[in-house]
């Protein structure tokens, strides 16, 4: 494998998962397809089960309306427009984590529309502060393992799940290595390819996705980093499929250094690191949260300004998908907290999937001016 | 506070406008009491704040209030102009303009001080932040800003969704936050708790809600009596005050006004044509329109699911603890979409409806995402017709008076079609 083979695998996974899922079919492999990364995967996957990652991919909205209201978010109206029209009808299962209300409902309406298939909540708390809420989410972690186990016939083996959990981490390791060469190499490594290869790892099964980029990461070993002074920018938001504002940053000189996103590093931070029940469970509480999630009143302040100064982030730009409440709620005090460390910050909203105007073009540029 | 009520004869009206004013009067000058303010979520546990002394404070009451004063677009823009989008809950947008903008419906200007300002208009400042998340998830991230705006602590009762109706695991995790939030609010108001006054408090609660759901179900009568429009009036003090004495006192009256009249079949609509649930949160500046609007066709709100919401609760005096868990993880809008089609089918069923109409809300997604589906099946199951119209609570900026009335007009002709051929 050269480094082409990786990026047209990664390049195809990420913008359409459904040969991958259907090969894994034709292989009699279960798969199931999960709109949340408070699923805990490495549980499904320890029961023989491919978690795919749904992202909503429709370009037009016409099945969802009957649904959706036009003041949903895009990422639930597409996926519900490609559910409607049989896009994903090989999955076997659909599972669902609490997050957001606008989820919370998409679980219901899913649900009531399919009421064949097999569908199954993880009821997360909301809050991830002590231990209160910790031995509420073991004990609902033990509930939907269950509801698991009942549709595959069998108990979950701890080996499994220590061999699961291995692969998991080994992921989040080389994604994590990925990110740290991308700053190295950002020629070699375009910053689209931190996005798609997210998204890839969320689509396939870990062995296969970290044979990849292990192949990949490992032709960096000898080579001389590449003599960069790009600026840096960081992206913020909840779930992305867009890689135009990637290659826009890369066009104009700049770099997408890092993101708290949660088809980026919010996936892949935080390793188990014990393989059980309650190991898996801690992860999801102490992962960097999602907005719709709360620590303390300042947690994600905090872990946004250190990996601010970790990377020496230029600049933020808020990445939002219109209508996401959790975010939109944030957005000011993290804007006024981070541009009190002199760090510019851009807000950008978009609805997924659909292609982007000028408008990005133009505001990508004025920012990496701005920054440079 | 406005009456739609067209009947004068109901005197309770007058004691609710006082129990109102009394209520924010007191919280207003709560400083010279020198009484603890807590900042509470409308589905929020109130109970253990009274019973402790410490006085609630509802800003979704005061979003109403605003809305229905036609405060909405100065306040939000205020909001806006932070950088907070419009396209989030516009009961926060104009919470948050009111405390930067210190302006608010409530405005008290003490005749002895000359009628002046003197102490901003607005909710008296919070000593602590009390979110339960029953509602939705929007008050987690709405209190998170207020609790960095005003630095004061922030207790959270998260009480997760009934995906798959109650579980043992979700009573157990509601449980064990009630025992850590009384020693928070212990810790952050220096006062004591004591179970005794807590129940004590808790069966007011029950009485006052017991009482409420009498209230609600005289408009089973035909005619009835009153109007939603009337109920979301009437609904304030069983949000802001209930567990206190003065509540129950108030709704006992006004249930024997309101059985008075039904007895005599008296009804705030000339003749009663149509009889039609309402679902989702009123829509607060445009009430006196609609409810002319309606009342022209004969049309009457007999119930709805909003108000609805507050009208069950249980808090045993076994359990307390466990028992208000249950009541407050099994809130109206935390149960699931099926729950709520069973639930609007059962008031159709109970209140003889000829059809529902269905306020798709901008600001509140949990309560409006959902209502196509639950439109289709609540349709299906009952045979009545139903008209959705998209609007909000709080913020009049999106709406259109003719595009609705014409929608409302064409529902009507539907509905006389129906009773013509039926």
């Known amino acids: 494998m050269d480094r082409a083979d990786f990026i047209k695998f990664v390049e195809s996974v990420s913008r359409n998962p459904v040969e991958q899922i259907n090969s894994y079919k034709r292989q009699e492999r279960p798969v199931f397809g999960y709109t949340c990364s408070y699923v805990p995967e490495e549980l499904i996957d320890a029961m023989g089960i491919i978690p795919v990652r749904m992202l909503g991919r429709a370009q037009t ?18 996926l519900m427009e490609e559910f409607v029209d049989g896009v994903y009808a090989s999955l076997d299962g659909l599972l669902f984590a609490h997050t957001c209300d606008t989820m919370q409902q998409f679980h219901d309406i899913y649900k009531k529309n399919f009421p064949k298939a097999f569908v199954k909540n993880i009821n997360f708390p909301s809050r991830l502060d002590g231990e209160i809420p910790y031995n509420y989410a073991l004990a609902e972690t033990k509930r939907f393992l269950k509801s698991v186990e009942e549709f595959t016939g069998r108990p979950l083996s701890s080996d499994s799940l220590k061999e699961s959990v291995t692969a998991y981490n080994k992921n989040r390791t080389l ?41 990949f990461l490992s032709s960096f070993d000898e080579k001389t980093p590449e003599d960069s002074k790009r600026k840096r920018i960081m992206l913020v938001g909840s779930v992305n499929i867009n890689e135009e504002v990637y290659d826009l940053a890369d066009e104009f000189g700049a770099m997408i250094a890092d993101d708290d996103l949660c088809t980026g590093r919010r996936y892949f931070s935080t390793q188990v690191s014990e393989p059980t029940i309650e190991g898996v469970t801690r992860r999801y509480l102490s992962r960097p949260h999602c907005a719709a999630k709360h620590r303390d009143v300042h947690s994600r302040e905090r872990w946004l300004l250190e990996l601010i100064e970790k990377r020496s982030i230029d600049g933020v730009i808020f990445l939002y998908l219109k209508f996401c409440d959790p975010h939109c709620f944030d957005y000011p005090d993290l804007r006024k907290a981070i541009e009190e460390k002199k760090v510019p910050t851009q807000l950008i909203e978009m609805e997924q999937s659909v292609a982007q105007s000028g408008q990005l073009r133009t505001k990508l540029q004025a920012f990496v001016e701005m920054i440079s | 506070m406005e009456q739609f009520n067209q009947l004068s ?72 102009d932070l950088g907070y989008s419009r396209d989030l809950c516009s009961y926060f947008r104009c919470d948050v303009g009111s405390a930067v903008l210190k302006k608010s419906p409530i405005d008290i200007r003490p005749k002895f001080l000359g009628g002046r300002a003197v102490f901003g208009g607005g909710l008296p400042k919070p000593d602590l932040l009390v979110c339960c998340n029953n509602i939705c998830g929007t008050v987690l991230k709405w209190y998170e800003v207020q609790a960095r705006f005003f630095n004061v602590p922030l207790i959270i009762v998260d009480t997760p969704y009934n995906y798959d109706g109650e579980t043992t695991e979700i009573i157990e995790y509601v449980t064990a936050q009630f025992g850590e939030m009384i020693t928070q609010i212990e810790k952050a108001t220096g006062k004591r708790f004591s179970e005794k006054e807590f129940i004590r408090v808790g069966e007011l609660s029950d009485e006052a809600v017991n009482l409420w759901n009498e209230v609600l179900s005289i408009c089973e009568n035909v005619p009835a009596p009153m109007t939603c429009f009337d109920a979301f009036m ?24 309101l059985q008075s009249l039904a007895d005599r079949k008296i009804s705030p609509v000339p003749e009663e044509k149509f009889r039609l649930i309402w679902d989702n949160l009123p829509i607060w500046f445009k009430m006196r329109r609609l409810s002319k609007t309606l009342a022209n066709y004969g049309a009457v709100l007999v119930a709805d699911t909003y108000t609805n919401a507050w009208a069950d609760n249980d808090i045993s005096v076994e359990k307390p603890i466990e028992s208000m868990a249950r009541v407050y993880a099994t809130a109206y809008l935390n149960r699931n979409t ?21 306020h798709s809300n901008r600001s509140c997604k949990p309560y409006s995402f959902g209502q196509l589906d639950i439109k289709d099946e609540v349709s299906r199951r009952t045979g009545k017709p ?4 998209e609007a909000d609570m709080c913020d009049p900026r999106a709406y259109s008076d003719e595009q609705i009335a014409t929608r409302i007009q064409a529902f009507i002709e539907t509905l006389k079609e129906r009773k013509a051929t039926a």
Not at chain 2, 338 to 358: P, S
């Open chain 1, 61 to 78: 909205i016409q099945s969802a309306e009957r649904h959706f209201q036009s003041y949903c978010c895009s990422q639930v109206r597409s």
């Open chain 1, 175 to 215: 994604l994590e290595k990925l990110y740290g060469l991308h700053l190295k190499y950002p020629v070699d490594i375009p910053s689209r390819l931190l996005l798609q290869s997210v998204i890839m790892t969320q689509c396939v099964d870990k062995r296969e996705a970290n044979k990849w980029l292990e192949q």
């Open chain 2, 9 to 80: 004869e109901i005197s309770s009206n007058e004691r609710l406008r006082k129990l109102m004013v009394g209520y924010y009067m007191k919280a207003k000058f709560s400083w010279l009491t020198r009484k603890k303010i807590a900042w509470i979520t409308s589905g929020g546990p109130v109970e253990p704040l009274i019973s402790m002394g410490i006085t609630p404070i509802y800003p979704e009451n005061h979003g109403a209030m605003i809305g229905a004063r036609k405060m909405g677009p100065e306040l939000s823009d205020a909001a806006e």
């Open chain 2, 234 to 257: 009437y609904l304030a003090p069983i949000v802001t005050l209930r567990g206190t004495q003065e509540v129950v006192d108030y709704y006992k009256q006004l249930k024997v006004e």
């Open chain 2, 338 to 358: 099926e729950t709520k089609i069973k639930n609007m089918v059962n008031l159709m069923n109970r209140f003889k409806a000829d059809g529902f109409l269905i």
């Open chain 2, 386 to 389: 139903a008209l959705m119209i």
